[in-house]
């Protein structure tokens, strides 16, 4: 098994029978947070972010960022390569109107020291965003894609997936597929064939802007991990 749970309740393995089988790999549940009570939104930890506020919405997770913070990401208590995260994700109303243009809620996969996958999206802009962070900084876009109508605005609730599974046979062997999933539906896809140049096996979610994003608000709902099936 590629995947690693640390502190799951039982009740968190409520998904661990569904398989999704979509445009990537066949893939199993093994980890859901439905974000319905303290303790299940107490798992979600801080990973990112200089001032990261969290609380408590209806079944959901709120973010909101503080002073000289322009992203905000928490993890999921899974840590692997092979894997899947999803989650519903709303940019609120509470952002400010001159931040809600570039702010962004999102995903990530093998996200640690300094580097990982990300997946963006932009509600007012309908625009999504496929991204490798590399250590030091450095920023490579692996896929853009805009106008996707399926975008909800604000305070619309996003239903995104992003999956990460090395290719293990053929000439790609060793690359990376990675799968970017809005409303259930493949919206971006690419192949990193440095995947080797990422050390980091944290996923979560993520809100926040390219530059500093002062009282940016988003609300996390239903965060769900699977991994290859067979795992």
């Given at each position: 098994?590629?995947?690693?749970?640390?502190?799951?309740s039982?009740?968190?393995?409520?998904?661990?029978?569904?398989?999704?089988?979509?445009?990537?790999a066949?893939?199993?549940?093994?980890?859901?947070?439905?974000?319905?009570?303290?303790?299940?939104?107490?798992q979600?930890?801080?990973?990112?972010?200089?001032?990261?506020?969290?609380?408590?919405?209806?079944?959901?997770?709120?973010?909101?960022?503080?002073?000289?913070?322009?992203?905000?990401?928490?993890?999921?208590?899974?840590?692997?390569?092979?894997?899947?995260?999803?989650?519903?994700?709303?940019?609120?109303?509470?952002?400010?109107?001159?931040?809600?243009?570039?702010?962004?809620?999102?995903?990530?996969?093998?996200?640690?020291?300094?580097?990982?996958?990300?997946?963006?999206?932009?509600?007012?802009?309908?625009?999504?965003?496929?991204?490798?962070?590399?250590?030091?900084?450095?920023?490579?876009?692996?896929?853009i894609?805009?106008?996707?109508?399926?975008?909800?605005?604000?305070?619309?609730?996003?239903?995104?997936?992003?999956q990460?599974?090395?290719?293990?046979?053929?000439?790609?062997?060793?690359?990376?597929?990675?799968?970017?999933y809005?409303?259930g539906?493949?919206?971006?896809?690419?192949?990193?064939?440095?995947?080797?140049?990422?050390?980091?096996?944290?996923?979560?979610?993520?809100?926040?802007?390219?530059?500093v994003?002062?009282?940016?608000?988003?609300?996390?709902?239903?965060?769900?991990?699977?991994?290859?099936?067979?795992?």
């Amino acid at each position: 098994m590629r995947a690693r749970l640390t502190a799951v309740s039982l009740a968190c393995l409520a998904a661990a029978l569904v398989i999704v089988a979509g445009a990537g790999a066949a893939m199993v549940g093994i980890y859901r947070n439905g974000m319905e009570t303290a303790a299940q939104r107490e798992q979600m930890v801080k990973l990112s972010g200089r001032n990261c506020q969290s609380g408590a919405g209806q079944r959901a997770l709120v973010i909101t960022l503080g002073k000289f913070t322009n992203q905000c990401s928490y993890r999921t208590p899974v840590v692997g390569r092979d894997l899947e995260v999803s989650a519903g994700e709303r940019l609120l109303s509470e952002t400010p109107k001159k931040l809600q243009r570039q702010a962004f809620v999102g995903l990530f996969v093998r996200t640690g020291g300094g580097g990982g996958y990300q997946l963006l999206l932009y509600p007012s802009q309908q625009k999504v965003q496929l991204r490798k962070n590399l250590p030091g900084g450095k920023v490579k876009y692996l896929a853009i894609v805009r106008g996707l109508r399926a975008v909800e605005g604000q305070n619309g609730t996003n239903q995104l997936g992003l999956q990460a599974i090395d290719i293990t046979s053929g000439p790609e062997r060793g690359q990376c597929h990675l799968f970017a999933y809005v409303g259930g539906k493949l919206a971006a896809e690419a192949i990193d064939p440095g995947a080797r140049e990422l050390s980091g096996s944290a996923a979560g979610v993520a809100v926040g802007s390219a530059n500093v994003a002062t009282g940016a608000a988003a609300a996390v709902e239903n965060v769900v991990v699977r991994v290859p099936s067979p795992y």
